[in-house]
């Protein structure tokens, strides 16, 4: 069975009848789905946005204090600045459309709980919506809410004392993935993206981290970046996502198969890769 981790769900860009199309068309069972954090965004298909992306990894894995400047520089004041355009984050999570989902495609979608614990109400919100079926574990975003790691103490506590996951996109906040791990230590956690923006030094600590896994989504990442998480990390801490529908160019025409080619293209065996398609993910939600 293969799952994708890692999907955001936003009817603008992607309606879910598209997206089941995909699904299909990939192999792919199930998608565990997350809120929308930002407003419609396509990205252009240009060789400038190209460039830009390279000399981006090329800074986060060379050269990280210069590649932190610029991942810092793509969050302020509520927006998310990407290739000259802003888009408008949001700061209350809408977990209801991905009820909405789970309620329409049962069999296809499950779905993470986001918290921004900026908002009071924001953990009751979430701990009555990991009542409902279908709800597996809680999302958490300290990059685009803009907050330290330590303000997740209260969701982390509640995550680590019922058993189920938690999936982070870090800030840059210096060595901010080791607090969770040391702090509580049963608490089944997942980086985003590779572990974006420490990469190689988080991959290095979660190492000897046996609840701490990584997945593979974003056009963040690329089959060289995957290739070295998997090397370094092993093929039981690596989950496979994709982070759509982000990084698509047009409405409605999310390619599944590019984030997928980049297990598919790994020199390992296949029953490994089954590991990173599903089995390990389903380890962390059974």
């Known amino acids: 069975m293969i799952v994708d981790c890692h999907f955001h769900v936003d009817e603008t860009m992607l309606t879910l009848e598209k997206m089941i199309e995909g699904m299909d068309e990939n192999g792919v069972t199930k998608t565990a789905l997350i809120a929308p954090m930002n407003e419609t965004m396509f990205e252009l298909d240009n060789t400038f946005q190209h460039h830009l992306q390279r000399f981006f990894r090329f800074l986060i894995l060379h050269a990280p204090p210069m590649g932190l400047v610029i ?24 977990n209801d459309i991905v009820a909405a989902a789970i309620d329409r495609f049962p069999d296809r979608f499950l779905g993470w709980a986001a918290v921004n614990p ?6 009751e919100e979430v701990d009555s919506y990991l009542t409902k079926p279908g709800f597996i574990g809680v999302k958490a975003h300290p990059f685009m809410h803009e907050y330290s790691i330590k303000a997740l103490d ?9 058993g189920i996951p938690m999936i982070i996109h870090l800030s840059s906040e210096s060595e901010s993935y080791k607090y969770l791990p040391e702090n509580y230590p049963k608490l089944k956690l997942i980086y985003a993206h590779a572990g974006l923006p420490f990469w190689k030094k988080l991959w290095n600590y979660v190492n000897d981290q046996p ?6 989504s974003s056009d963040y990442l690329n089959a060289s970046i995957v290739k070295n998480a998997v090397e370094t990390l092993g093929y039981r801490k690596v989950l496979f996502g994709c982070d759509g529908p982000y990084g698509m160019k047009q409405f409605n025409e999310y390619d599944y198969s590019s984030k997928k080619d980049w297990i598919d293209s790994l020199r390992i065996p296949d029953t490994e890769k089954e590991y990173i398609l599903g089995k390990n993910f389903l380890g962390l939600i059974e």
């Not at 209260?154 to 019922?162: F, L, N, R």
């Open 71 to 94: 991942y810092d520089g793509l969050v302020k004041d509520g927006y998310f600045k990407l290739y000259g355009n802003s888009y408008r984050i949001f700061s209350k999570p809408r």
């Open 211 to 216: 609840n701490v896994f990584v997945d593979t």
């Open 154 to 162: 209260p969701v982390a506590a509640m995550c680590e004392s019922k």
């Open 118 to 123: 900026l908002i009071p109400q924001s953990m």
